[in-house]
Every structure is written in structure tokens, then in C-alpha cells.
């Protein structure tokens, strides 16, 4: 079975300021990993995915993601918020053995002036 | 370019009401899903599709139905509503299990 935490439900930071949001998988055979982003009130959106090439993966509005095996780990980083990144944020998994793709429960993201 | 298109967008039903959602997409994907997002819980899978024809059981399927008649199209079917089914309902399409897939903008359905 695979499945995906995210720790922190609720991240605030300050415009200008790193966002750091964390992603930690589990999957028996090697994962695609996936981030997600939802603005209030739509539907999700693709930042960046991970499948086996690149371990550092770069995504759409400046966020890139690293994959470290060892760590089964795949947080999200973006070294200077913008008020346009106050969003929810998903991590997904899934693998060449399963038919889901399996989400995490969100992390909140507040960007404050 | 549309991509994935959810009817209707809001939607409130007695308990023991019936609906239809309708989810439709423009790109031609084999693989379609269902999911209802509740807040803390992320994103659960009710029932998917692997293609025109086909549809099967996710994580949470109780109380829904599907249909995949067209392969631009998946139903999903609520035939007696109840509180436990108040919802975000998206439903979302692949190329592939591997691959990106594409939401829809969301139904949201609320039984009194």
C-alpha cells in the first residue's frame, strides 16, 4: 500500500520569506510523486512532478520539490513567498503497481504582508 | 480548450434525493476519477474509470454509482442522499495512471 503525510496542516510565513512545506511517502516499489495546488474555490492545478529522472524537480511559479529516497521524502520549497501563493497545497503518490493516485490531507498556506 | 468540465457547480438535496454529477473531458484521457474532498482528510477516491466502459471501486464508494458510457464522459450517481454525503465532489482525468491528471472545478453538494 502506499500513502502520503503531510506534516502541518497550517503553514504562515511572511511575504519574501521561504516556504517550506513537508511531503513524507510511503510505497513499496518506486513512487511518482506529485504536488498539487488548489486556490480557493477551484480545482487542482499541477506545481511538479516526480517520476525517476531528476532527484530535484522544478515546478510552475518558482517551487521545485527534491526527492531523497533515503529520507522517503519529498518536500516542497520556494525561497521567496508572494501574497498569489496563499493556497492549499497537496502531496500525491502512486506507483506502476496500484490504480490511485493517493493524496495527503493539505497544508494551508497563509502568506502575511 | 475546456479540459475537464463538472455540472452542475452547486447543488443541495433532501436526504433521499437523487442526483447526477456529470464530468466531461476534452482531451481524450482513458482514465477518469471521482473524488470527494472533505476538510483534514485531503482527497479520497470514490470510484475510477481505466476506460469507455469500464469503471471500479476506490476508497470510498458507499452510496455512489458510476457510468462511463462515452469515454469523454463519467456519472456519478447518488440514489438515496444522505448528511454523510455533504461534499466537495471532483472528478479529474489521465493519460495514464503515471501521468498528470486534470481537475475539475468542483461540485459542491450539501444534504439537509
Known amino acids: 500500500a502506499q500513502s502520503v503525510t503531510q506534516l502541518g496542516s497550517h503553514v504562515s510565513v511572511s511575504e519574501g520569506a521561504l516556504v517550506l512545506l513537508r511531503c513524507n511517502y510511503s510505497s513499496s516499489v518506486p513512487p511518482y510523486l506529485f504536488w498539487y495546488v488548489q486556490y480557493p474555490n477551484q480545482g487542482l492545478q499541477l506545481l511538479l512532478k516526480y517520476t525517476s529522472a531528476a532527484t530535484l524537480v522544478k515546478g510552475i511559479n518558482g517551487f521545485e520539490a527534491e526527492f531523497k529516497k533515503s529520507e522517503t521524502s519529498f518536500h516542497l520549497t520556494k525561497p521567496s513567498a508572494h501574497m498569489s501563493d496563499a493556497a492549499e497545497y497537496f502531496c500525491a503518490v502512486t506507483n506502476a503497481n496500484d490504480y490511485k493516485l493517493s493524496f495527503g490531507a493539505g497544508t494551508t498556506v497563509t502568506v502575511r504582508a | ?112
Open chain 2, 1 to 112: 480548450n475546456a479540459g475537464v468540465t463538472q455540472t452542475p457547480k452547486f447543488r443541495v438535496l433532501k436526504t433521499g434525493q437523487s442526483m447526477t454529477l456529470l464530468c466531461a473531458q476534452d482531451m481524450n484521457h482513458e482514465y477518469m476519477y471521482w473524488y470527494r474532498q472533505d476538510p483534514g482528510m485531503g482527497l479520497r477516491l470514490i470510484h475510477y474509470s481505466v476506460g469507455e466502459g469500464t469503471t471500479a471501486k476506490g476508497e470510498v464508494p458507499d452510496g455512489y454509482n458510476v457510468s462511463r458510457l462515452k469515454k469523454q464522459n463519467f456519472l456519478l450517481g447518488l440514489e438515496s442522499a444522505a448528511p454523510s454525503q455533504t461534499s466537495v465532489y471532483f472528478c479529474a482525468s489521465s493519460y495514464s495512471r503515471l501521468t498528470e491528471a486534470f481537475f475539475g472545478q468542483g461540485t459542491r453538494l450539501t444534504v439537509v
